[in-house]
């Protein structure tokens, strides 16, 4: 338990379990809406918030929450409104985040590669107390939402016109998905980097989904396993001395592999069982519809 006595570790470690709560309970809403890339795009889009930090010298998680919710709100309005040319808008809008956001960093008197790729890919050391202060507060907001409004958002995520039948704001939650997702972004591009966040979004919830159907086992399963793999990818980073977004992401889709392969199976037996209790049903529980004279010969 040597990795627990460094300060930097201690810090990391805290910042990887609410990241690894987070991402998860954002990415479900987002895997239910078919937009699992979403979170990479916002990443993208982070990447000028975080070069604006550099440049005015302020925080560059609180700027690149500011630019990556103001993002969030113009994808989902070029989402709704956009038709034919909703894709070259979100293009642009990616790439020009990206492209901002390294010159940006390049133009500042603070910056450097080894700034851009702490935050491109994640990195143990430099999360400091500023920061884990920072993705604390966010992830409260994140959790609140995704927990609190799960009825809410599970709706209008699973069907927008039943949702707004029923009542629902529907474009006020959409924006809320994305305004969260955003933040949930910037909590996580510390310790797994704006390259590689969406697939701690998606890639835990793909993997309870391979053992659970009900949204709320998968949300405490996909939450589970968001946990587990940024502690462990965390600690091997802290031995091995690699990047940890990476090695975070690689265990994720071992996991996904693992749960894919139990799954099959588990499906296989799954069906035969049902097939059995129908056929059990089939020869007790339907009456016998036949008129007496269906037996009469003529």
């Known amino acids: 338990m040597d990795f ?6 201690q810090r990391a470690l805290l910042a990887a379990v609410l990241v690894g709560i987070t991402a998860p309970a954002v990415g479900i809403y987002l895997v239910q809406r078919r937009q699992a890339l979403m979170g990479d795009g916002i990443g993208h889009v982070a990447m000028t918030g975080v070069g604006l930090g550099f440049l005015l010298n302020s925080s560059p998680v609180w700027m690149a929450t500011l630019v990556a919710v103001a993002g969030s709100v113009a994808m989902e309005l070029i989402r709704a409104y956009g038709k034919t040319r909703g894709d070259l808008a979100l293009a642009l809008l990616f790439y020009g985040g990206m492209a901002g956001g390294v010159l940006l960093i390049n133009l500042s008197p603070t910056g450097s590669n080894a700034n851009l790729s702490s935050y491109l890919f994640g990195s143990l050391s430099t999360v400091s107390t500023e920061d884990v202060t920072a993705i604390s507060v966010l992830a409260g907001f994140v959790v609140l939402v995704t927990v609190g409004l799960r009825r809410q958002l599970f709706a209008v995520s699973q069907d927008e016109e039943f949702a707004r039948v029923t009542g629902l704001p529907v474009r006020a939650l959409n924006l809320l998905i994305a305004v969260t997702a955003a933040v949930t972004v910037t909590v996580a591009m510390r310790v797994v980097g704006l390259l590689l966040v969406s697939a701690l979004m998606v890639v835990p919830v793909a ?40 090695t975070i992401v690689l265990y994720a889709i071992g996991i996904f592999i693992v749960l894919t392969l139990l799954a099959a199976p588990l499906a296989k037996r799954r069906a035969k069982a049902a097939e059995r209790a129908i056929a059990d049903c089939d020869a007790r529980c339907v009456p016998d519809t036949r008129r007496p004279t269906d037996d009469v010969k003529v």
């Open 4 to 9: 627990l006595e460094p300060a930097f570790m």
């Open 207 to 246: 993997a309870a989904q391979q053992l659970s159907k009900s949204f709320r086992m998968t949300f405490v399963l996909a939450v589970a396993t968001g946990i587990t793999v940024t502690l462990a990818g965390t600690v091997t980073s802290y031995y091995q001395d690699v990047p940890p977004g990476a």
